[in-house]
């Protein structure tokens, strides 16, 4: 069964994500380092 995503989910995630980087992120290096580390593996 594929995984898969909604609209809303991905939104959602996208949000998280902004949020994530906004409270941590002081550089663009560090924001990079945030969503790479939030690739699928």
Do not use: V
């Not at 989910?9 to 409270?23: G, K, N, P, S, V």
């Not at 290096?29 to 939030?38: M, N």
Request: hydrophobic share 50%; aromatic share 4%; charged share 35%.
């Amino acid at each position: 069964m594929p995984e898969e995503m909604t609209n809303a989910e991905f939104d959602a995630f996208l949000e998280t994500l902004a949020q994530l980087i906004e409270a941590k992120a002081a550089t663009i290096e560090e924001a990079a380092a945030i969503i790479r580390d939030k690739k699928s593996k």
